[in-house]
Structures are given as structure tokens and as C-alpha cells.
């Protein structure tokens, strides 16, 4: 039997793996239409019926209509076949509400009994594989997808083998951004909070501390090579209370110029930064020594994740090595890990504001809550941008690399 025809248009967006619908208007008023007929009264037309009208209100997010009428086709659904794949459309809708729980709970049912769905088992592990990548759990992802893969490539479907390997790619990108972000918060600000402890004090005593010092040393290499944009400054100190006093404040003791739109760090503020950067290379060094290959690997990630962040931070401080008055290995490697950190927090703000949420309201947001989930997934999606050019042994590498780094001096 012939499933009914509806005239959706689509591709799968690369990073969210949902369809993108190229002709949402066509298809809203063949859904209106197909909602206003009477269903078939023969039980196994009606499935295929409701089966059409639900995946097409799903793809265009009508999603409590989605989820009525694809109950009723797993109703419907007497073979054991239909019966998995229907319970699997009907998954995929919990997914896209949001409702993970529950859409894992009976994905997890639909793998027990995928053997039913015949030579249908792909799809399967494919959308199971999309549920795990939707609510950020990217290892359980990329394990599905890989079962998807070495299925797809048994059948030899060109076009599914495709999708599921962009699929298995997202998927590992989303691992490697997630495995870097923790090495970047064990990593960066040790050699900040070990700069402070042993060298920052002497370099303070000669040449001055200023008010809110913490503000102005975060501009870091930024405020030496150039002015800096107020977007950006307001970027690095996004969860800041206070910002523009603390400013003003730097501006009238003579660390900063402030105008309209930029913030320009003074002679005497700029010889402490460069003193800062020198000191934090040396810390660098310290700690890892001279790491040819994390520096020409973070080089290439660098380089390649410019324009991705969504957020100004990122693209601002990615070329600062250029500025790095320590030429040593180790420091430029700590610059491009600063960098990307910012790149995650530049994702990190960009997922909590697509939600609409605030600084003050994003705080607020429990552990576990299906918004907190989401942002958290959508900041390593966003993260994942960077390792997207890196081949899997690439990325392997590089985080092998940054595992072997130290964060504590040797005793």
C-alpha cells in the first residue's frame, strides 16, 4: 500500500540534524487539507493517513497535532513492523517537544523490539541516534549512529549512508567539544590562578594595581594590540555586575580611554599587560613545557572556527598570538586555548539567549530542566563548530595532546 503523498521539501540541517523545510507554506495547506478530510475507514489506510499528517506537522513543529495523530497510528498499527516504526514517529515528536524522558524511554523500547522493523533496523538506531544527539548525550549519539552506519552501509543506500555519516560526524564533533571544554576550564585557569599566586604580585608592585584589576587584565592581550570594541568588553565580562562603573572607574585612575564605541588601554596599562602575557607564558611553559603538536593543532582549530562562535568575543581574540610579546611555544599554545574557551562561551550565551533568557533569568534555570538541557546541548553544537574540520584521528589527537598537559607544577 502506498503511503499518501504530501509535498514536503527538505534537507537536514548539518548541526541540528532536523529538517530544514524549503516549502513550509505548500506544505501547511496540504496539512490543513489533509486534516479537514475524513480519514479512510479501512483501519491500515487511516494509519498510513494519520501517519502522513503527522510527520508533516511535526516537520513544521505543530507538534501537539503531531503527537495526536501519530498516537493514533500506533493504535493503528496491528504488524509488528508498523508497530515499531510507529512507535518510533511518535518518539521522534517527544523529541522535538522537548520531552527526552520520555521520547528515550520509548526509543529504548524500540530497540529492544528493532528486529521487528525488518529491513527498516536503521532507522531504528538513525532517530534513536538523534534523540540521544538532541538532548546532548553525544557519546550515546555516536554509538547509534554508528549502528546506523554499519547498517545503511550493508544496504548500500547512497543517499542514507550519507545522512547517517553527517549524522555520526555531528555527533563526533559534539563528543570532541565537550571533552576540550573540559580540558580548557582545568587547563586555562591554571595557568591564570598560578600566574597570580607567584608572579603578578611583583609585576603589580611596578607598575601600579589598578581599581577592579580583574576587569582590566581580562582584556589581556586584547588591550595591547589594538582599541577594543565595546561589544567585545562587554562580551568578556557578560556575567559582570557593575561593568560600566568598574570602567569608569579604570578611566579616571589613567588605565583606559573610553569613547563611544571602544575602550583604548593606556601606555602604562598596555606595559602591564604585555608584563602579564610574559608572565603567563612562562607559567605555560612551566607547567607543559614546549608542545609542538598541541600548538600547531590548536593552530588549526583556530583558524578554522573563526566566524562560528555566535557571539563577538571569539573572533576578536582568535589572532592574539599574533600579539604574544613571548614568542615561545607554550604561550601561543595558552592564547588559542584561551581563545577557544571564549568560543565556547561566546556559544554558551548565544544558546541561553535563543531561549530567551537574560544573565539574571539563565541562573535561575535548574539542573536537568528541559530548558537547561537544551542550552547545554545547543552550547556544544555551537562548540563543536570549531572541531567540525578535524578529521576524527585529528581530533583524537588533539585531545590526547591537551589530556597530557599538566595543570599543577611538579613538586
Same mark, same amino acid.
Given at each position: 500500500?502506498?503511503?499518501?503523498?504530501?509535498?514536503?521539501?527538505?534537507?537536514?540541517?548539518?548541526?541540528?540534524?532536523?529538517?530544514?523545510?524549503?516549502?513550509?507554506?505548500?506544505?501547511?495547506?496540504?496539512?490543513?487539507?489533509?486534516?479537514?478530510?475524513?480519514?479512510?475507514?479501512?483501519?491500515?489506510?487511516?494509519?498510513?493517513?494519520?501517519?502522513?499528517?503527522?510527520?508533516?506537522?511535526?516537520?513544521?513543529?505543530?507538534?501537539?497535532?503531531?503527537?495526536?495523530?501519530?498516537?493514533?497510528?500506533?493504535?493503528?498499527?496491528?504488524?509488528?513492523?508498523?508497530?515499531?516504526?510507529?512507535?518510533?514517529?511518535?518518539?521522534?515528536?517527544?523529541?522535538?517537544?522537548?520531552?527526552?524522558?520520555?521520547?528515550?524511554?520509548?526509543?529504548?523500547?524500540?530497540?529492544?523490539?528493532?528486529?521487528?522493523?525488518?529491513?527498516?533496523?536503521?532507522?531504528?538506531?538513525?532517530?534513536?541516534?538523534?534523540?540521544?544527539?538532541?538532548?546532548?548525550?553525544?557519546?550515546?549519539?555516536?554509538?547509534?549512529?554508528?549502528?546506523?552506519?554499519?547498517?545503511?552501509?550493508?544496504?548500500?543506500?547512497?543517499?542514507?549512508?550519507?545522512?547517517?555519516?553527517?549524522?555520526?560526524?555531528?555527533?563526533?564533533?559534539? @563528543?570532541?567539544?565537550? %571533552? /576540550? =571544554?573540559?580540558?580548557?576550564?582545568?587547563?586555562?585557569? &591554571? +595557568?591564570?590562578? !598560578?600566574?597570580?599566586?607567584?608572579?603578578?604580585?611583583?609585576?603589580?608592585?611596578?607598575?601600579?594595581?589598578?581599581?577592579?584589576?580583574?576587569?582590566?587584565?581580562?582584556?589581556?592581550?586584547?588591550?595591547?594590540?589594538?582599541?577594543?570594541?565595546?561589544?567585545?568588553?562587554?562580551?568578556?565580562?557578560?556575567?559582570?555586575?557593575?561593568?560600566?562603573?568598574?570602567?569608569?572607574?579604570?578611566?579616571?585612575?589613567?588605565?583606559?580611554?573610553?569613547?563611544?564605541?571602544?575602550?583604548?588601554?593606556?601606555?602604562?596599562?598596555?606595559?602591564?599587560?604585555?608584563?602579564?602575557?610574559?608572565?603567563?607564558?612562562?607559567?605555560?611553559?612551566?607547567?607543559?613545557?614546549?608542545?609542538?603538536?598541541?600548538?600547531?593543532?590548536?593552530?588549526? @582549530?583556530?583558524?578554522? %572556527? /573563526? =566566524?562560528?562562535?555566535?557571539?563577538?568575543?571569539?573572533? &576578536? +581574540?582568535?589572532? !592574539?598570538?599574533?600579539?604574544?610579546?613571548?614568542?615561545?611555544?607554550?604561550?601561543?599554545?595558552?592564547?588559542?586555548?584561551?581563545?577557544?574557551?571564549?568560543?565556547?562561551?561566546?556559544?554558551?550565551?548565544?544558546?541561553?539567549?535563543?531561549?530567551?533568557?537574560?544573565?539574571?533569568?539563565?541562573?535561575?534555570?535548574?539542573?536537568?530542566?528541559?530548558?537547561?538541557?537544551?542550552?547545554?546541548?545547543?552550547?556544544?553544537?555551537?562548540?563543536?563548530?570549531?572541531?567540525?574540520?578535524?578529521?576524527?584521528?585529528?581530533?583524537?589527537?588533539?585531545?590526547?595532546?591537551?589530556?597530557?598537559?599538566?595543570?599543577?607544577?611538579?613538586?
Amino acid at each position: 500500500m502506498a503511503q499518501p503523498v504530501w509535498p514536503a521539501r527538505y534537507r537536514i540541517d548539518p548541526e541540528s540534524l532536523r529538517e530544514t523545510i524549503e516549502n513550509p507554506a505548500e506544505l501547511t495547506l496540504w496539512l490543513d487539507a489533509a486534516l479537514a478530510r475524513t480519514p479512510p475507514s479501512d483501519p491500515d489506510d487511516e494509519r498510513a493517513h494519520r501517519t502522513a499528517i503527522g510527520v508533516a506537522a511535526r516537520m513544521l513543529e505543530r507538534l501537539d497535532e503531531a503527537e495526536v495523530q501519530l498516537g493514533r497510528a500506533v493504535e493503528l498499527a496491528t504488524k509488528p513492523r508498523d508497530a515499531v516504526l510507529a512507535r518510533v514517529r511518535l518518539a521522534h515528536v517527544h523529541q522535538w517537544q522537548g520531552r527526552f524522558t520520555l521520547a528515550e524511554s520509548e526509543f529504548r523500547h524500540c530497540l529492544r523490539d528493532a528486529h521487528l522493523a525488518g529491513d527498516q533496523v536503521h532507522v531504528v538506531y538513525q532517530h534513536a541516534g538523534k534523540c540521544a544527539y538532541d538532548a546532548g548525550d553525544w557519546v550515546l549519539a555516536r554509538e547509534r549512529f554508528a549502528t546506523a552506519m554499519r547498517l545503511r552501509l550493508y544496504g548500500g543506500d547512497e543517499e542514507l549512508i550519507e545522512a547517517t555519516r553527517m549524522a555520526l560526524d555531528a555527533a563526533d564533533a559534539a @563528543v570532541t567539544a565537550a %571533552a /576540550v =571544554g573540559a580540558e580548557l576550564d582545568r587547563l586555562v585557569p &591554571a +595557568v591564570h590562578k !598560578l600566574t597570580a599566586t607567584r608572579l603578578a604580585p611583583a609585576i603589580f608592585d611596578r607598575h601600579g594595581l589598578p581599581p577592579h584589576a580583574g576587569t582590566l587584565v581580562e582584556l589581556g592581550l586584547l588591550g595591547v594590540s589594538k582599541p577594543v570594541p565595546l561589544e567585545v568588553v562587554r562580551g568578556l565580562h557578560r556575567y559582570v555586575t557593575g561593568l560600566e562603573a568598574r570602567l569608569d572607574a579604570l578611566v579616571a585612575a589613567g588605565w583606559l580611554l573610553k569613547t563611544a564605541k571602544t575602550v583604548v588601554v593606556s601606555s602604562r596599562g598596555r606595559a602591564l599587560l604585555r608584563q602579564l602575557a610574559v608572565a603567563q607564558a612562562q607559567t605555560a611553559r612551566t607547567l607543559w613545557g614546549e608542545p609542538v603538536l598541541g600548538k600547531s593543532l590548536a593552530d588549526e @582549530v583556530v583558524s578554522g %572556527a /573563526v =566566524g562560528t562562535s555566535g557571539g563577538p568575543v571569539f573572533d &576578536a +581574540v582568535a589572532r !592574539l598570538a599574533e600579539h604574544n610579546p613571548d614568542p615561545g611555544v607554550a604561550g601561543d599554545l595558552f592564547h588559542r586555548l584561551n581563545a577557544l574557551r571564549h568560543h565556547r562561551a561566546d556559544g554558551h550565551a548565544a544558546a541561553w539567549q535563543a531561549e530567551g533568557h537574560t544573565v539574571r533569568s539563565v541562573r535561575r534555570l535548574a539542573a536537568g530542566s528541559p530548558e537547561r538541557v537544551r542550552i547545554d546541548a545547543l552550547t556544544d553544537r555551537i562548540a563543536a563548530r570549531a572541531y567540525r574540520p578535524l578529521s576524527h584521528q585529528r581530533r583524537t589527537e588533539l585531545l590526547s595532546v591537551l589530556r597530557g598537559l599538566r595543570h599543577e607544577p611538579l613538586v
